[in-house]
């Protein structure tokens, strides 16, 4: 069982350019996030999907946007990187959306660089 | 609203040490509490959680009990070794709200 793969493992982006974070899960998890790993900053999250169809808004989602076509696949896009875009990037899944004591699970991680 | 306040790192200790990684929590309710763990190029993974007052999660000889009073959920192993250099964080859940993360402690075990 993989569990949550993400692609690409590193990226070096220019800034202004469009570029899509995949995350693919086989655990046939309900519930999708993502979220931005930054020194001293713990992880912030971006966006989530509770059920396939329904996106909603993280912490901090400007600048980013996310689809949930269905059950397995949760990619995130930036429309046009910015520096401040720089970041390790973690696609998670949890069975439940609504269950207070589920765990996530994390995929390996994206790490990205803007320049 | 939520948050979780983690001791600052880096933490360095030697093989065999006693460790303390403290955790305190500011949240209306009960919340479940979390501790994940990141090894060097991993993502995160559960280590351990409690979901209610006076619970103590336990894996991998880590420990961490719930305490209401004092709004804790301090991380402690009793010997610790190399392999548990990692980033550990400390994180709560209230209902259908989403994890809150405090921000990391860092933890070098050396030989």
Same mark, same amino acid.
């Given at each position: 069982?993989a569990g +949550?793969?993400?692609a690409p493992?590193s990226? +070096?982006l220019?800034?202004g350019r469009?570029?899509?974070?995949r !995350?693919?899960?086989?655990m046939r998890?309900?519930?999708?996030?993502?979220?931005r790993?930054?020194?001293? &900053?713990g992880?912030?999250?971006?966006h989530?999907?509770?059920?396939?169809?329904?996106?909603?808004?993280g912490? *901090? #989602?400007?600048?980013?946007?996310?689809?949930?076509?269905?059950?397995?696949?949760? #990619?995130?896009t930036l429309?046009?990187?910015? #520096?401040?875009q720089?970041?390790v990037?973690? !696609?998670?899944?949890?069975d439940?959306?609504g269950?207070?004591?589920?765990t996530q699970?994390?995929?390996?991680?994206?790490?990205?660089?803007?320049l | 609203g939520?948050?979780v306040?983690?001791m /600052?790192?880096?933490v360095t200790?030697s /093989? /065999?040490?006693?460790l303390? +990684?403290? !955790?305190?929590y500011?949240?209306?309710?009960?919340?479940?509490l979390f501790w994940? *763990?990141q090894? #060097?190029?991993?993502?995160?993974?559960l280590?351990? $959680?409690?979901?209610?007052a006076?619970? $103590?999660?336990?894996?991998?000889?880590? /420990?961490?009990?719930?305490?209401?009073e004092?709004?804790?959920?301090? &991380?402690?192993k009793g010997?610790?070794q *190399?392999?548990?250099?990692?980033?550990?964080?400390c994180?709560?859940?209230?209902?259908a709200q989403?994890? *809150?993360f405090?921000?990391?402690?860092?933890?070098t075990?050396?030989p």
């Amino acid at each position: 069982i993989a569990g +949550i793969t993400q692609a690409p493992t590193s990226q +070096i982006l220019a800034a202004g350019r469009r570029m899509t974070l995949r !995350c693919t899960q086989d655990m046939r998890h309900n519930a999708m996030y993502w979220y931005r790993q930054d020194l001293g &900053l713990g992880l912030r999250l971006i966006h989530y999907s509770n059920t396939a169809g329904t996106t909603g808004k993280g912490e *901090v #989602p400007d600048g980013y946007s996310v689809s949930r076509a269905n059950t397995d696949d949760f #990619p995130l896009t930036l429309a046009s990187a910015v #520096p401040s875009q720089t970041s390790v990037y973690f !696609c998670a899944s949890s069975d439940s959306a609504g269950a207070q004591a589920d765990t996530q699970y994390f995929g390996p991680g994206t790490r990205l660089t803007v320049l | 609203g939520d948050s979780v306040t983690q001791m /600052e790192g880096p933490v360095t200790l030697s /093989e /065999e040490a006693f460790l303390t +990684i403290n !955790c305190t929590y500011t949240a209306t309710g009960y919340p479940s509490l979390f501790w994940y *763990v990141q090894y #060097p190029g991993e993502g995160l993974q559960l280590l351990l $959680k409690a979901t209610k007052a006076d619970d $103590k999660g336990s894996n991998k000889g880590f /420990e961490a009990t719930y305490r209401k009073e004092t709004t804790s959920f301090h &991380l402690e192993k009793g010997s610790v070794q *190399v392999s548990d250099s990692a980033v550990y964080f400390c994180a709560l859940r209230k209902g259908a709200q989403k994890l *809150v993360f405090g921000q990391g402690t860092r933890l070098t075990i050396n030989p």
